[in-house]
């Protein structure tokens, strides 16, 4: 490691961090925002899910960066905009996260739902307030692997000139600088990580029910053993 380099750099390496972190951020919440009335969709009928899935797993098949070369000819941006790269991540999110919101929706306890039912909720009301909490935890999960996934794909984004850690990637290895390299790895782990924590965080304020129950099971568990 050249410290004498890092120390140089610390604020272009703090640039590239933001830009990094900056891409990172809008195509997660997007993803999540489309992919949750698409889960709920693909669990209406056998039809509906093996559509809404079938495409959810061709388009997360593209390779990013065909991908990232080929959204300014769909959009009608620059090919340079950092637009690019947050509508194709957004899309890689839905792919991974569709499927993860269908699954969370139908593990919801049937009985559940039947005494929501029962009791006189509306199909809207049953899932902003039945499904949709109690699918909630399998959701968070899926939510951070996008998470992860998206750090790294921001990367890619590099290639094409759009700023990020990405740059110390190629910039390294072009110039046989293992620092730059080194840097650009660390820097994207711990964007990845940090996101991460943040959605666990998030998860644990608006889901506190989630994580009461683990510990009982868990003492039942021991006290039948």
Do not use: C
Not at 2 to 8: C, G, L, M, R, V
Not at 25 to 46: D, F, M, R, T
Not at 131 to 156: C, D, H, K, N, Q
Not at 175 to 184: A, D, L
Request: no cysteine; glycine share 10%.
């Amino acid at each position: 490691m050249n410290w004498t380099w890092i120390a140089q750099n610390l604020d272009r390496i703090a640039d590239y961090g933001l830009a990094h972190l900056a891409l990172s951020i809008p195509p997660i919440v997007l993803g999540l925002l489309v992919s949750v009335p698409l889960g709920w969709l693909a669990g209406k009928s056998p039809v509906s899910r093996g559509g809404i899935l079938a495409v959810s797993g061709i388009l997360y098949a593209i390779p990013s960066l065909p991908l990232f070369i080929v959204v300014p000819s769909l959009i009608g941006t620059r090919v340079l905009d950092p637009i690019n790269v947050i509508v194709a991540l957004t899309m890689y999110a839905m792919a991974l996260l569709v499927r993860a919101v269908a699954d969370a929706l139908d593990a919801v306890d049937r009985d559940v739902l039947l005494f929501a039912d029962a009791v006189g909720f509306g199909g809207a009301r049953r899932f902003w307030t039945v499904e949709l909490p109690l699918a909630g935890p399998t959701i968070i999960g899926g939510l951070r692997v996008v998470a992860v996934s998206t750090v790294s794909l921001v990367t890619v984004g590099s290639v094409i000139g759009v700023q990020s850690l990405g740059y110390f990637f190629l910039d390294g290895y072009q110039r046989s600088f293992p620092t730059e390299i080194i840097v650009g790895i660390i820097g994207t782990v711990v964007i990845a990580l940090a996101l991460d924590a943040v959605i666990v965080l998030v998860g644990r304020l608006i889901m506190p029910w989630a994580h009461r129950v683990e510990p009982r099971r868990a003492h039942r568990s021991g006290a039948i053993a």
